[in-house]
């Protein structure tokens, strides 16, 4: 059995940081590298580690889901790590199957496209498609907001369950952007509840001045991706007027991108 043991390969190891994260993250490479599962005599030739200290670190791995050890005392990748790449994975599909969606969204409405996944009360920006006139704004691609006063966020937020948003929300601070900004539960609530009932969100300069956007949500069919879609301009010539005319459009666009997903990331039968 192939053990990864090139030197190139150890060398990356032994010169990872020695804290215990780090220890920890080796540990899974050693086992994810492999050519097949490991014996504990195996990790320890390459680990470098002494043998209580590795057998103990190796027991809190399978413990958290992320080793599994069968009855011969081999280790393979466990199920919980599994699933996290897989939702890692599904995360950079999601994107490339909204892609030509928020083009098209920008060429019909020339303003800037984003998409979003919420993480948390937080939604993280996972694609921007510039408008054809482009104003500066807080929004990147890998970078936060709170989900309580953005478009894509709440649009996202209202595709949540009761229960599940009360818990989501439960102790946020809301930190007043703007003078328009949401400053309490019960505001958010309510503006949900237009959400759900039309189909589509607004931020209107909610998070920055001079901002404004209409976001549609996107839901996965088992649920574990909540997203949102949203078209996005500067206050003086994006009016709420102008969203309203353009949320038909955001809507499909949302609509079309979980049919791609049901279609693509679906079960396969």
């Given at each position: 059995m192939g053990l990864g043991s090139e030197a190139g390969k150890n060398k990356r190891h032994r010169d990872r940081e020695t804290g215990t994260l780090g220890k920890l993250v080796s540990l899974l490479d050693f086992v994810a590298l492999a050519d097949g599962p490991m014996r504990f005599t195996d990790i320890l030739s390459l680990s470098d580690q002494p043998r209580g200290s590795l057998h103990r670190q190796l027991s809190h791995l399978v413990e958290e889901g992320l080793l599994e050890v069968d009855r011969d005392g081999r280790y393979r990748i466990g199920l919980r790590?599994?699933?996290?790449?897989?939702r890692s994975w599904a995360r950079?599909?999601?994107r490339a199957i909204a892609e030509p969606h928020l083009h098209r969204l920008q060429e019909v409405t020339g303003e800037t496209v984003h998409l979003g996944v919420l993480r948390g009360a937080e939604v993280i920006y996972l694609d921007k498609v510039e408008g054809q006139q482009s104003v500066r704004m807080y929004s990147q691609v890998g970078n936060a907001s709170p989900a309580y006063c953005t478009g894509v966020g709440k649009a996202a937020l209202s595709a949540l369950d009761d229960a599940e948003l009360a818990e989501r929300i439960s102790g946020l601070e809301y930190r007043p952007y703007t003078e328009h900004t949401l400053r309490s539960a019960s505001e958010l609530l309510s503006d949900i509840s237009q959400i759900r009932a039309r189909g589509y969100a607004f931020d209107l300069e909610?998070?920055?001045n001079g901002i404004c956007c209409v976001a549609a949500p996107i839901r996965s069919d088992d649920g574990h991706m909540l997203a949102g879609v949203s078209v996005?301009?500067?206050a003086y010539r994006v009016t709420q007027q102008r969203l309203q005319t353009w949320a038909p459009g955001v809507v499909v666009a949302a609509d079309s991108i979980m049919m791609d997903m049901r279609n693509r990331?679906?079960?396969?039968?």
């Amino acid at each position: 059995m192939g053990l990864g043991s090139e030197a190139g390969k150890n060398k990356r190891h032994r010169d990872r940081e020695t804290g215990t994260l780090g220890k920890l993250v080796s540990l899974l490479d050693f086992v994810a590298l492999a050519d097949g599962p490991m014996r504990f005599t195996d990790i320890l030739s390459l680990s470098d580690q002494p043998r209580g200290s590795l057998h103990r670190q190796l027991s809190h791995l399978v413990e958290e889901g992320l080793l599994e050890v069968d009855r011969d005392g081999r280790y393979r990748i466990g199920l919980r790590l599994l699933t996290l790449a897989s939702r890692s994975w599904a995360r950079n599909e999601f994107r490339a199957i909204a892609e030509p969606h928020l083009h098209r969204l920008q060429e019909v409405t020339g303003e800037t496209v984003h998409l979003g996944v919420l993480r948390g009360a937080e939604v993280i920006y996972l694609d921007k498609v510039e408008g054809q006139q482009s104003v500066r704004m807080y929004s990147q691609v890998g970078n936060a907001s709170p989900a309580y006063c953005t478009g894509v966020g709440k649009a996202a937020l209202s595709a949540l369950d009761d229960a599940e948003l009360a818990e989501r929300i439960s102790g946020l601070e809301y930190r007043p952007y703007t003078e328009h900004t949401l400053r309490s539960a019960s505001e958010l609530l309510s503006d949900i509840s237009q959400i759900r009932a039309r189909g589509y969100a607004f931020d209107l300069e909610e998070h920055e001045n001079g901002i404004c956007c209409v976001a549609a949500p996107i839901r996965s069919d088992d649920g574990h991706m909540l997203a949102g879609v949203s078209v996005t301009g500067p206050a003086y010539r994006v009016t709420q007027q102008r969203l309203q005319t353009w949320a038909p459009g955001v809507v499909v666009a949302a609509d079309s991108i979980m049919m791609d997903m049901r279609n693509r990331m679906g079960p396969k039968r």
